[in-house]
């Protein structure tokens, strides 16, 4: 719901937006919470991204279990309550808690959470688990389903994976390609109110968008540029002031997948460029050690879900 000078449907390109700046995006209020779900039963079983290549069988589970608490106890110190869901046997990719769910907060300041359509069988077990964290936690439950006519096919939808609130402002940047489908968002938009802002993934590496888009505050986010095609990068300059391009070495070494809470920004550690270029846009680098997760594909941003 933005001013008649924005899209309040999907944006795929600048044409349009001329008249239109990220100020005429009403405000929203950021989640400040974390959600985790412990490793208990992580391990990589089979290859559904490009980084478990070769990964089967090899996570070394009490360093799993080291890593996840010590990111924990990041989140903890820099003020997030971290709360956590309980484990699920034979879920091994339960762990990676932005996947499953888009939280967000409604322009009555009703919380909501829409539910994931997980491309991969197996992870879509993990949705009724988080469902029901969701609803014990004072959550109204979407579905796509809900936005659709009763017979109609339900696009994948990888949550959080791929849809990012555009830091503060009632606006989604919407990833495509890989694991979510491009027709999810017109549902999404409508059935949330919101523009959404699409982008196309199309090299493989880079699966979610949450692999190579970073949000760091309103006007600030990190990227990898080629993780973009022409539109997308145009967009993503179009709306965000300071646009940080990182390197294709950093961003493999999931640099881009870091979360950033007031000032503060967790990452993977051994970017030194990225670390660099953080400080000196005045950001607070924090390195933590995810190597366990990333030989499934994930680290410090898609280990937790902000929540309210
Ligand atoms: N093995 C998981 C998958 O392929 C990793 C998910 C990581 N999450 C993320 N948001 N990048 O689905």
Redesign the pocket.
């Known amino acids: 719901m933005s001013t008649l000078a924005c899209p309040a449907s999907v944006i795929e390109d600048v044409t349009s937006l001329t008249e239109c700046s990220i100020a005429d995006f009403p405000k929203r209020m950021e989640p400040g919470n974390v959600l985790m779900c412990p490793p208990t039963y992580f391990t990589v079983e089979t290859v559904?991204?490009p980084f478990?290549d070769g990964k089967v069988g090899t996570v070394d589970k009490e360093l799993a279990g080291k890593q996840w608490h010590a990111l924990k106890d990041v989140c903890t110190k820099i003020g997030c309550e971290v709360k956590t869901i309980e484990p699920v046997e034979n879920l091994e990719?339960m762990v990676?808690a932005?996947?499953q769910v888009l939280p967000g907060i409604d322009d009555d300041g009703k919380l909501f959470a829409l539910l994931a359509e997980m491309r991969?069988e197996k992870?879509r077990q993990e949705v009724p688990w988080y469902r029901q964290w969701f609803l014990a936690n004072g959550y109204k439950v979407l579905t796509l389903a809900d936005g659709l006519e009763a017979d109609a096919p339900v696009p994948r939808f990888e949550a959080q994976?791929d849809a990012i609130w555009h830091p503060s402002r009632k606006l989604l940047w919407g990833g495509y390609g890989s694991r979510t489908d491009k027709d999810a968002y017109p549902i999404i938009s409508k059935l949330l109110n919101v523009p959404v802002i699409l982008l196309n993934l199309s090299d493989s590496r880079f699966y979610?968008l949450?692999?190579c888009f970073c949000a760091l505050n309103e006007d600030s986010v990190m990227i990898y540029e080629g993780a973009f095609d022409k539109n997308g990068l145009e967009l993503i300059r179009h709306f965000f002031k300071n646009v940080i391009s990182v390197s294709e070495k950093d961003a493999l070494n999931f640099a881009l997948?870091a979360v950033s809470i007031n000032g503060s920004v967790i990452l993977q550690k051994g970017s030194v460029h990225t670390v660099e270029a953080l400080k000196s846009h005045g950001f607070t680098p924090i390195e933590v050690d995810t190597s366990e997760f990333m030989k499934?594909?994930?680290s410090v941003?898609?280990m937790k879900m902000m929540v309210y």
Request: aromatic residues 10%; charged residues 15%.
């Open positions: 559904q991204n478990m990719d990676f932005a996947n991969h992870r994976g979610h949450d692999t997948n499934s594909g994930g941003f898609c």
